[in-house]
């Protein structure tokens, strides 16, 4: 007989293990057991580097239940006039506030920590070793299907020989004033913090040198900003993008017409970039970045020297007293999509890109009120991670199919716009009807939809 019985069991104590619980702590009675490898709830945020905030506001992060911050209108930094970012210590300590104030005095929630699933039907303590066998009366679900990467506790995929300095941003604060020049190593937005924190510490820009493989778009943080006086920005910045997906020629096209909109930022304007993992930043940190001038761009790194920099596509010499910054995790892996409901298994995937916390309390929310399997999935179906410009417009055709999938089905239609992760359709619901502008930007944003999503279908299609 198993130790432990339960409704849902819950595989994952991160954003999307707790968004999911959240949701189904209110829409329904169930009982639910969670585990998880940490000591913490917060997932990949227990491993962060110090200077670690998320990139998009927080009023739009967590658990729909209970607000992150203040909403904030930062006052100073590069993210000033824009609302707050939380810090990964904010972020952990949200997330353990929501678990010991909200899920764990329900009586419905039991959470173990430092344990790790063995078999689907059972827990093992990482410390003692122990095993708990555990009967799940209704079904297993799975937040660990992402599977986001920091550089902590990513494997490294290139050498360093002896003596030469290589570690995560972690260790950067502590181990920075003891080194000249400064090695960051990837092209993500780890690497960009990193660059950012350096010169906000008064690094001289030609003591950084940044091994970047490929350039990146960057969405423009003034266009995810929540509030109605954002509303030419945010909403103005989607009706913006609708209307580029409706009209481009191809991907390159549609690239250089979100650029010309406002819509997306790159660093290094002589650069057509190749990637594309929604990294959201602000024209402040962009021109930060534009300081460092010492970009070696000849593909991955193999290994480090205390001569050389090896790279796929060439050497670079090593800078004198060199702390090298690793920062080539993946992030969040980009796996195959597959159903979220399947049987007596949830496996929590992005059902609005790049929306974890939304994604994860809308499965909760029909996993609570729909019994029809292929009506759940109809209305969660997993948008694929993008890593190429070329990948986003199958990624966006994906949001704008579920979209519309919630906008006709009135029950989800109003959880979505009620629940506080959605960010902006309560911006539209609430618009002003007196504001003209305002009106303008709501129809335009109506009537580029449609076209949109077809002319997104004829650009997948001619890629193949
Ligand atoms: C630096 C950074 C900044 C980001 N900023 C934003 C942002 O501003 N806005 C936004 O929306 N998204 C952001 N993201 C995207 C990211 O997807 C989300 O932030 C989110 O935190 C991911 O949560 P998760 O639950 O999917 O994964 P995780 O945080 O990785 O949680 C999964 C958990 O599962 C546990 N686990 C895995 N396997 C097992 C097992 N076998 N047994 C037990 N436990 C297991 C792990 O220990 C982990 O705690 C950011 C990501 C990064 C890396």
Redo the contacts with the bound molecule.
């Keep these: 007989m198993a130790d432990l019985e339960t409704d849902y069991f819950v595989?994952?104590?991160?954003?999307?293990?707790?968004?999911f619980v959240d949701t189904l702590l209110t829409e329904t009675d169930a009982d639910i057991v969670m585990?998880?490898?940490?000591h913490a709830?917060?997932?990949?945020?227990?491993d962060?580097y110090p200077f670690?905030?998320?990139?998009?506001?927080s009023s739009?992060?967590g658990v729909a239940s209970t607000p992150l911050g203040s909403n904030r209108i930062d006052e100073v930094g590069p993210n000033k006039g824009y609302f707050e970012?939380a810090s990964g210590p904010e972020?952990l300590a949200y997330f353990e506030s929501v678990m010991r104030e909200r899920f764990l005095p329900s009586g419905r929630v039991r959470y173990f920590p430092m344990?790790?699933?063995v078999k689907d039907n059972a827990?093992r303590s990482s410390i003692t070793g122990a095993e708990t066998g555990i009967h799940v009366r209704a079904k297993t679900v799975d937040?660990?299907y992402?599977?986001?990467?920091?550089p902590s506790t990513h494997e490294r995929k290139f050498e360093v020989e002896e003596g030469v300095v290589c570690v995560a941003p972690g260790e950067l604060p502590r181990r920075a004033p003891s080194h000249r020049s400064f090695v960051i190593l990837g092209g993500g937005?780890?690497a960009m913090?990193v660059g950012v924190w350096l010169l906000d510490n008064g690094v001289a820009p030609d003591s950084i040198y940044w091994v970047c493989p490929r350039g990146s778009w960057l969405i423009n943080r003034d266009t995810t900003q929540p509030t109605a006086d954002f509303f030419v920005q945010s909403i103005g910045g989607f009706a913006r993008q609708l209307t580029a997906c409706a009209q481009a020629l191809d991907v390159d096209d549609l690239f250089d017409r979100l650029e010309s909109s406002g819509n997306l930022l790159r660093i290094d304007k002589s650069q057509r970039p190749s990637m594309f993992h929604f990294a959201?930043i602000s024209t402040g940190e962009v021109e930060q970045l534009q300081r460092i001038k010492n970009i070696i761009q000849a593909g991955h790194v193999s290994a480090i020297t205390s001569e050389e920099i090896i790279l796929a596509e060439g050497e670079a010499a090593a800078p004198e007293n060199a702390l090298y910054i690793d920062c080539t995790?993946t992030?969040?892996e980009r796996r195959p999509v597959c159903p979220i409901f399947a049987g007596n298994r949830i496996t929590?995937q992005m059902v609005r890109l790049?929306?974890?916390?939304l994604s994860?309390a809308l499965a909760a929310y029909l996993e609570a009120h729909y019994q029809d399997e292929t009506e759940k999935n109809r209305l969660c179906e997993p948008v694929p991670i993008c890593d190429t410009p070329e990948e986003w417009p199958a990624a966006q055709f994906g949001n704008m199919k579920n979209q519309l999938a919630w906008s006709q089905e009135r029950p989800v239609r109003d959880f979505i716009t009620n629940c506080r992760l959605d960010g902006f359709g309560q911006l539209v619901r609430d618009v002003d009807r007196s504001n003209a502008a305002h009106m303008e930007i709501v129809k335009t944003m109506r009537e580029a939809g449609m076209p949109a999503a077809m002319n997104l279908q004829k650009i997948m299609a001619a890629q193949g």
């Design positions: 595989i994952g104590t991160g954003a999307m293990g707790m968004s585990v998880d490898k940490h709830p917060g997932g990949h945020w227990n962060a670690v905030r998320l990139h998009q506001p739009f992060y970012l972020i344990h790790e699933v827990l937040s660990t992402l599977n986001t990467t920091v937005k780890t913090d959201t995790a992030a969040v929590l790049p929306n974890p916390c994860a």
